[in-house]
């Protein structure tokens, strides 16, 4: 066969009738070469042509290895300040995120003990977090330490589904009773040398995924980043639910020194979700609503600092805006604010203050961390939001914690006070609250497991507008939760881990009554056969499983059961220096029963991709 391919190509250029004109420029050209090649002197044969291409790419190599060890200073994350109680928080961090067997950022929260996702079909479909029966008003979402509001089509709950892990560098999960909040924090480049990432993605269906980031930083102080990432999600459970979605980031930087940096950034995403639509022409046949719209996050950040350390005082000044136009709405929400805090090695005090245009004009929040002596941390938060109507949110939330001898410890939290679910709904009004936990843990490299008790009290909370035919969740008395998770590493290449959850006596609306996660992992870089530590594999396998409860409530009240279901998920992944191939696959056991009901997770579904970073 290929040896017949340049007669076939001959064939294709007579056929074209490109054969004939190209053949008029060659010949000439030919001819023309010879003559100038007779006329140049022939060179010594003891010296090296190529020494001056060579020594320029010998230095251009040698200068990007030295600008890789040059460490430049980036911007503090904001609203993350310590110290913090153990058992209180759980963090991902960008080797979490590239190896957490993750599409979404709700992927990564389905990990945190407790949280049960509204999967809303496949990659791209809603998928809100739902958390000890608290709905819509489960989780608080914060972007580079802004505070991100639900708006558009949802203006009570947040999609997670629609963040891009490709700009996300770190995800930070503060655990509360009845509540866990989410601090997402973009890419932070802190090397003199340029860094560039590309990945691709292919999967079942025509599922389609590409990403690319730049990033730059001066010695001066100026820096730039840009990324990109497009997503095609198409029809794989009903006879429409296609979703794609573009985003770009862009963020320009001036960060002389770690005591001064002025940053700007520009996040716009443009989903387009059809509705999902299970049997065409029948009544009702639209069980998920469909919108085609553009959000942006516009933020300007200064921060001032009075040491390199991070220890004294430091001020934040922010101001974002948020834009949502589709879907037959258009809002935008300024916000203006910042963060004023003092450190020292055993305790910060801090403050926040934000004004919103929309729903919350005000937003006050005072903090307070402090580790007195080495087993004992204790925090606080006092917060108080004033929102349209003439309604207030006004609560706390305390923690404390012993680190004892050889990794146990032991931590109770609380938050207490009054709280409007809904600033978005004006006929909502404030709740009281009163909910506690202890949780017990213990940490080793080869084993460790933590084990808490909850009681939440009486709520009522909101459903997800994504969701019409689910448009009530029946108000929650007060529960009891016992949540466990254990992680067990017998070799240094085999880890199980997993959680458990189980309410006793009585179950809210849209969680199950016993929920379990848990994973199988081999990771290994094989040091023998790769010493230098450039080769890594690792094989994934996931199980989550739930027994039978209420996902919510139909019109007129009616109960709408959530059937028990279990889902298995597999991984392969393989990084070989800086570059990786994943397969990822879903629903392995084909289970017909989905998270949410008619929302079908499709069987066997696979999407197979790569990532490539460079630093150049």
Request: charged residues 20%; hydrophobic residues 40%; without cysteine.
């Given at each position: 066969?290929?040896?017949?391919?340049?007669?076939?190509?001959?064939?294709a250029?007579?056929?074209?009738?490109v054969?004939?004109?190209?053949t008029l420029?060659l010949?000439?050209l030919?001819?023309f070469?010879?003559?100038?090649?007779?006329?140049?002197v022939?060179?010594d044969?003891?010296?090296d042509?190529?020494?001056?291409d060579s020594?320029r790419?010998?230095?251009e190599?040698?200068k990007?290895l030295?600008?890789?060890?040059?460490r430049?200073?980036?911007?503090p994350l904001?609203g993350?300040?310590?110290?913090?109680?153990?058992?209180?928080?759980?963090?991902?961090?960008?080797d979490s995120?590239?190896?957490?067997?993750?599409?979404?950022?709700?992927d990564l929260l389905a990990?945190?003990?407790?949280?049960?996702?509204?999967?809303?079909?496949?990659?791209?479909?809603?998928?809100p977090?739902?958390f000890?029966?608290?709905?819509?008003?489960?989780?608080e979402y914060?972007l580079?330490?802004?505070?991100y509001v639900a708006a558009?089509?949802d203006?009570v709950a947040?999609?997670?589904?629609?963040?891009?892990?490709?700009?996300?560098?770190r995800?930070?999960?503060e655990r509360w009773?009845?509540?866990?909040?989410?601090y997402?924090?973009?890419?932070?480049h802190?090397?003199?040398a340029?860094?560039?990432?590309?990945?691709?993605?292919?999967g079942?269906?025509n599922?389609?995924?590409?990403?690319?980031?730049?990033?730059?930083r001066?010695l001066?102080?100026?820096?730039?980043?840009?990324?990109?990432?497009y997503?095609?999600?198409?029809?794989v459970?009903g006879?429409?639910?296609?979703?794609?979605n573009?985003q770009?980031?862009?963020r320009?930087?001036?960060?002389?020194?770690?005591?001064f940096?002025?940053?700007?950034?520009?996040?716009?995403?443009a989903?387009n979700?059809?509705?999902?639509?299970i049997?065409?022409g029948a009544?009702?046949?639209?069980?998920g609503?469909?919108?085609?719209?553009r959000?942006?996050?516009?933020?300007?950040?200064?921060?001032?600092?009075d040491?390199?350390d991070?220890?004294?005082?430091?001020?934040d000044l922010?101001?974002?805006?948020?834009?949502?136009?589709?879907g037959g709405?258009?809002?935008?929400?300024?916000?203006l604010?910042?963060?004023l805090?003092f450190?020292t090695?055993?305790y910060?005090?801090?403050?926040s203050a934000?004004?919103?245009t929309r729903w919350?004009?005000?937003d006050?929040?005072?903090?307070i961390?402090?580790n007195?002596?080495?087993?004992f941390?204790?925090?606080?938060?006092?917060?108080?939001?004033h929102?349209?109507?003439?309604?207030?949110s006004?609560?706390a939330?305390?923690a404390?914690g012993?680190?004892?001898?050889?990794?146990?410890?032991i931590t109770g939290t609380a938050?207490?006070g009054k709280v409007?679910a809904a600033?978005?709904?004006?006929?909502?009004?404030?709740?009281?609250?009163?909910?506690?936990q202890?949780?017990?843990?213990?940490?080793?490299?080869?084993?460790?497991?933590?084990?808490?008790?909850?009681r939440?009290?009486a709520?009522?909370p909101f459903s997800?507008a994504e969701?019409p035919?689910?448009?009530?969740?029946?108000p929650?008395?007060?529960?009891?939760?016992?949540?466990?998770?254990?992680?067990l590493a017998?070799l240094q290449w085999l880890?199980m881990e997993?959680?458990?959850?189980?309410?006793?006596?009585?179950t809210p609306?849209?969680v199950?009554?016993?929920?379990?996660m848990?994973?199988?992992?081999?990771?290994?870089?094989f040091l023998?056969q790769?010493?230098?530590?450039?080769f890594?594999v690792?094989?994934?396998?996931?199980?989550?499983t739930?027994?039978?409860g209420?996902?919510?409530r139909d019109?007129?009240?009616?109960?709408?059961p959530?059937p028990?279901?279990?889902?298995?998920?597999?991984?392969v992944?393989?990084q070989?220096?800086?570059?990786?191939?994943?397969?990822?696959?879903i629903n392995?056991?084909?289970?017909?029963?989905?998270?949410?009901?008619?929302?079908?997770i499709?069987?066997?579904?696979?999407?197979?991709?790569?990532?490539?970073?460079?630093f150049?």
């Amino acid at each position: 066969m290929f040896r017949r391919l340049p007669e076939r190509f001959l064939a294709a250029l007579v056929r074209t009738r490109v054969f004939l004109p190209l053949t008029l420029v060659l010949v000439p050209l030919t001819l023309f070469v010879s003559r100038l090649h007779a006329q140049i002197v022939e060179p010594d044969t003891t010296s090296d042509t190529l020494a001056i291409d060579s020594t320029r790419s010998t230095a251009e190599y040698l200068k990007q290895l030295r600008n890789v060890r040059v460490r430049l200073p980036v911007l503090p994350l904001p609203g993350v300040e310590g110290p913090q109680p153990p058992l209180t928080r759980i963090v991902f961090t960008h080797d979490s995120i590239e190896w957490g067997n993750a599409a979404t950022v709700g992927d990564l929260l389905a990990q945190v003990p407790g949280v049960f996702l509204w999967r809303g079909g496949y990659i791209g479909r809603p998928e809100p977090v739902s958390f000890q029966g608290r709905g819509a008003t489960s989780a608080e979402y914060y972007l580079d330490g802004i505070p991100y509001v639900a708006a558009g089509v949802d203006s009570v709950a947040v999609d997670p589904a629609l963040f891009s892990l490709s700009f996300i560098d770190r995800i930070e999960v503060e655990r509360w009773p009845g509540q866990i909040r989410v601090y997402l924090f973009t890419r932070q480049h802190d090397l003199l040398a340029a860094r560039s990432r590309i990945a691709i993605a292919r999967g079942d269906n025509n599922y389609a995924r590409y990403e690319a980031v730049l990033e730059r930083r001066f010695l001066s102080g100026p820096g730039f980043d840009l990324g990109g990432d497009y997503l095609s999600s198409p029809t794989v459970s009903g006879q429409s639910s296609t979703y794609s979605n573009t985003q770009v980031w862009a963020r320009g930087s001036y960060i002389r020194s770690p005591k001064f940096g002025v940053q700007y950034q520009l996040i716009r995403s443009a989903p387009n979700r059809r509705p999902y639509v299970i049997s065409p022409g029948a009544t009702g046949d639209t069980i998920g609503l469909g919108y085609k719209a553009r959000r942006t996050e516009a933020q300007f950040r200064l921060s001032l600092r009075d040491r390199e350390d991070g220890l004294g005082p430091r001020i934040d000044l922010l101001y974002a805006r948020s834009a949502w136009d589709g879907g037959g709405l258009d809002q935008q929400i300024n916000q203006l604010g910042g963060y004023l805090t003092f450190r020292t090695p055993s305790y910060s005090i801090g403050g926040s203050a934000f004004h919103r245009t929309r729903w919350t004009p005000l937003d006050l929040r005072g903090t307070i961390g402090w580790n007195p002596i080495a087993p004992f941390t204790a925090s606080a938060e006092l917060v108080h939001m004033h929102h349209f109507g003439g309604r207030s949110s006004d609560y706390a939330n305390v923690a404390a914690g012993l680190q004892l001898v050889r990794g146990l410890a032991i931590t109770g939290t609380a938050r207490v006070g009054k709280v409007v679910a809904a600033p978005a709904i004006v006929s909502d009004t404030a709740q009281e609250v009163r909910d506690l936990q202890g949780a017990l843990g213990w940490n080793r490299a080869r084993l460790g497991f933590e084990v808490s008790y909850s009681r939440t009290s009486a709520f009522a909370p909101f459903s997800y507008a994504e969701f019409p035919l689910i448009p009530r969740l029946a108000p929650a008395p007060e529960t009891e939760w016992l949540t466990g998770a254990a992680r067990l590493a017998p070799l240094q290449w085999l880890t199980m881990e997993g959680w458990y959850s189980n309410t006793r006596k009585v179950t809210p609306d849209g969680v199950p009554p016993r929920h379990t996660m848990g994973v199988a992992t081999i990771r290994s870089k094989f040091l023998r056969q790769f010493p230098s530590g450039i080769f890594d594999v690792k094989l994934r396998l996931s199980m989550e499983t739930w027994s039978a409860g209420t996902l919510g409530r139909d019109a007129v009240g009616n109960p709408i059961p959530l059937p028990a279901a279990t889902y298995f998920r597999s991984l392969v992944q393989i990084q070989l220096d800086r570059f990786q191939i994943y397969w990822d696959r879903i629903n392995l056991t084909n289970q017909k029963h989905a998270y949410v009901t008619g929302f079908g997770i499709p069987a066997y579904g696979s999407n197979f991709g790569v990532r490539w970073e460079f630093f150049n």
